[in-house]
């Protein structure tokens, strides 16, 4: 971009940044979409949308800020420039990640968790951007270093991060960018050797014994920097992988460093003496007039070389000799303290505390060192900064509240310790979420048992995520859910979106789940968000087990769906792998109370009625458990404003002989008072009237119509076939109870009946003795 000012430059680069992040955040929130709303992948996705937007914003300001910025110097320029190649870098890749998963329809946690896995990358490089933003408007050198040192600990996490990234998106990794200024022209020294040779005060190169430069045999060398990974069992060896991405990056943040801050030649040899623990070494070389607070090559003091390599009598004699306690490294800019508490040296920790080192001190953008600690170092030196004062509520220039980084990595040593000594409960993460809710989302069963040990609040909306209560359902951790419970935690406790966590059990599938929160008095009748019951969201998903333990527990029988059918119905039409728990859910509900007689819609569809619709579709078992359960199969529903129908009716005129066989079994013989008409008379006339035989036979069979009737209307409505059956089997006797004329609800003795109800021609056609046929054919 020639021609293009600089300043301008980095802020189009920024800008970019906040473009591409913005849109990742949106990807992020559709992709939580996808995901089963409520569970824990889902929540920590829209958690991980609000982190890359914020890094968005953050971005977008510091362009701003660029845009006006006339005075940078270049370091400052080309140090801005490279972190914003590693946003896009991260960027970049994660955004081919995530349209992928986008594409390919991922929901699965394990498909989803390397995107939740980055969330403190993403954080890191908030911080970093927050801390350009006040680069940007520092003018004097000092202050710029500082800062620079200040996020070197943070530009190592990153480097850290950013490595193990690289390796799970293969790729060139990019370039450090070579200085477009020659480093012996930027003021960068050369290292010591060269420097001493050259200069008129140096030391001799084989300096007398009186100076102690050479050690004796039974000082043994060792390395200038002592490797820390050794106090956690990690290789000596960096590994390969914290290479990757930002290779060659801290070296050049190392070679503005030194032009900010030259080396001075005593320094390096003075710091070498401090590491072996070579007190004469270190006297001769004081005598020769070395900084004891200068900085050697690493940007470590004197006094900080031999705090790494655990030299407590050369930190003795350097404190005695007016070493600063408080001079920082230049690059790390931690205190001499923190580099022993990390090292996990108690001896060098509590030689630095009796001389006065200040447990408290932060680092240049207000993040106290005691947060580093306890995120790295022993249990023993958190313990004694504590002691002498730390505070266990530290919170970092973010909002990232010490005992939350400590249960955020399942530290529960820690933890208790931080509680021990003061931290505050009620501490939060920066999107909101409270310990307990952080702890439930690891699944670690004892740090939410010391949590509310002391005194966690287990009803506590977790953020973004709910309730803990919710949060351990979505997880599907039996333990946790019993843990919570068995603390107070509210049964009827919410979700992120404000459905109970009942609807979220049901939905799990768990059996286990749904028992423990209905017997802790969650409420049966819960809705979801939509306003559907879960007795009906149970039998929509085809858990009828859970629906019968809702109906156990005073789920109400009554409801309906949102168009207003009736639940009979729609566990009817419902449909389900095991037929036969439908029975037994049907059975339950009419024994708890539904009405199998109630229709929604004041007309237009019979089969909207339990028993209509099972007639309708064959459902004959269902038909015979409505009708034991009350279900009337006369009542009439108009299936258009003037044509009244009954289920009754319906199975006539569709010939469904085994719904009316099972509806004639139930039929009360003694029943009377229908307003209108007696439906069963009229069913009778109709399927004679129709020579319908089965159906006429089986009411003759069980006594719903008689002989003489059935003769007369066959055949007076011409129904030929059928009048030589019936008077075929009245001639051999096959129904003598019925010939006898015994009483039924249809036809009665004459002089029983009203007048307008008795069956034309009966007397007639019994006093005459001859057949309709007969006299037809004459």
């Known amino acids: 971009m020639e021609g293009v000012p600089p300043g301008i430059q980095l802020s189009s680069q920024c800008s970019t940044v906040s473009n591409r992040s913005a849109q990742l955040s949106i990807g992020f929130d559709k992709l939580a979409a996808q995901t089963n709303a409520g569970s824990l992948i889902h929540d920590e996705l829209r958690e991980l949308a609000s982190i890359v937007s914020a890094l968005s914003q ?8 660029l845009a006006s910025a006339n005075n940078l110097r270049e370091q400052v320029r080309r140090q801005i420039s490279l972190s914003m190649s590693s946003c896009e870098l991260l960027v970049g890749g ?67 991060l950013m490595a193990e990234f690289h390796l799970s998106h293969p790729g060139p990794a990019p370039a450090a960018p070579e200085p477009s200024i020659p480093l012996e022209k930027q003021g960068v020294l050369p290292d010591y050797d060269t420097a001493v040779a050259s200069s008129s005060t140096h030391v001799a190169t084989t300096p007398s014994s009186d100076v102690g430069y050479q050690h004796d045999n039974a000082q043994q060398e060792v390395p200038l920097y002592h490797d820390l990974s050794q106090r956690k069992g990690k290789s000596k060896a960096k590994s390969a992988r914290a290479k990757g991405v930002f290779g060659g990056f801290n070296n050049i943040f190392k070679t503005l460093s030194s032009k900010i801050n030259p080396i001075e030649p005593l320094v390096t040899p003075l710091c070498h003496a401090a590491a072996i623990g070579n007190i004469p070494q270190i006297k001769g070389l004081l005598g020769e007039g070395a900084n004891i607070n200068g900085h050697n090559e690493k940007g470590y003091t004197p006094l900080i070389s031999a705090i790494l390599a655990n030299r407590l009598e050369a930190v003795n004699f350097l404190i005695d000799n007016y070493a600063k306690i408080s001079t920082k490294d230049s690059t790390k800019n931690m205190p001499p303290l923190f580099h022993a508490a990390e090292a996990g040296y108690t001896d060098i920790l509590k030689v630095l505390l009796s001389h006065g080192a200040d447990p ?15 995120e790295k170092a022993p249990l023993a030196s958190v313990a004694l900064l504590l ?45 909101g979420q409270p310990l307990l809710g952080v702890a439930v989302a690891n699944k670690q069963l004892d740090m939410v048992k010391l949590l509310i040990d002391n005194g966690a609040d287990v009803n506590a909306r977790a953020g973004a995520n709910g309730c803990p209560l919710s949060m351990a359902v979505n997880s599907g951790n039996i333990d946790l859910l019993r843990l919570l419970l068995a603390s107070n935690a509210n049964p009827d406790g919410k979700d992120v979106k404000s459905a109970p966590v009942l609807v979220n059990a049901i939905s799990s599938g768990s059996l286990e789940m749904v028992t423990m929160l209905l017997e802790a008095g969650a409420d049966a009748d819960s809705r979801d968000i939509t306003g559907r019951a879960v007795l009906l969201l149970a039998v929509q998903q085809d858990k009828l087990h859970i629906a019968r333990l809702l109906l156990e527990h005073g789920a109400a029988a009554t409801i309906s769906n949102h168009s207003g059918t009736h639940f009979l119905t729609v566990v009817a039409k419902q449909p389900v792998s095991n037929e036969g728990e439908k029975l037994e859910l049907m059975r339950l509900l009419l024994k708890a109370g539904a009405n199998p007689n109630k229709h929604s819609l004041p007309w237009g569809y019979l089969s909207n009625m339990p028993l209509g619709h099972c007639i309708k579709h064959d459902k004959i078992e269902l038909v015979r458990v409505l009708v034991e359960g009350g279900a009337d ?82 055949g007076t409505s011409g129904q030929r076939e059928l009048l030589v059956a019936l008077e ?20 009665e003795p004459s002089g029983s009946q009203d007048a307008d109800e008795a069956p034309p021609a009966y007397g007639s056609r019994r006093s005459t003795g001859h057949s309709i046929l007969t006299q037809t054919d004459h």
């Open 728 to 747: 075929q089997r009245q001639a051999t006797g096959s129904r003598r109870a019925s010939q006898a004329g015994s009483s039924t609800k249809l036809a």
């Open 94 to 160: 994660v955004t081919t990640d995530l349209e992928a998963a986008l594409s390919a329809s991922a929901r699965e946690q394990s498909e989803l968790q390397p995107f939740t896995d980055a969330a403190e990358l993403w954080r890191l490089h908030i911080e970093m951007v927050f801390a350009f933003q006040d680069i940007v408007h520092l003018e004097d050198v000092d202050q710029q270093q500082g800062v620079f040192a200040a996020l070197e600990t943070k530009l190592e996490d990153i480097e850290r």
């Open 58 to 65: 953050g971005a977008e300001e510091l362009s701003a800020n």
């Open 633 to 714: 199969p006369h009542i009439t529903v108009a299936a258009s404003p003037h044509s009244p129908k009954s289920p009754f009716e319906y199975a006539l005129n569709h010939d469904k002989v085994d719904a009316m066989r099972i509806m004639l079994e139930y039929q009360d013989r003694d029943k009377k008072g229908y307003k209108e008409r007696d439906p069963l008379k009229a069913a009778f006339s109709k399927a004679v009237e129709t020579g319908k035989r089965e159906i006429v036979d089986m009411f003759l069979d069980q006594g719903f119509g008689t002989w003489d009737q059935a003769i007369f209307l066959a």
């Open 387 to 431: 002691e002498h004062g730390a505070d266990p509520n530290a919170v970092s220039a973010v909002g990232r509240h010490v005992l939350v980084a400590a249960v955020q990595r399942k530290d529960l040593p820690a933890v208790r310790l931080l509680l021990d000594h003061g931290a505050k409960i009620s501490a939060t993460n920066f999107t």
């Open 360 to 374: 408290k001190a932060s680092n240049t953008i207000g993040t106290p060192h005691f947060i580093g600690t306890v």
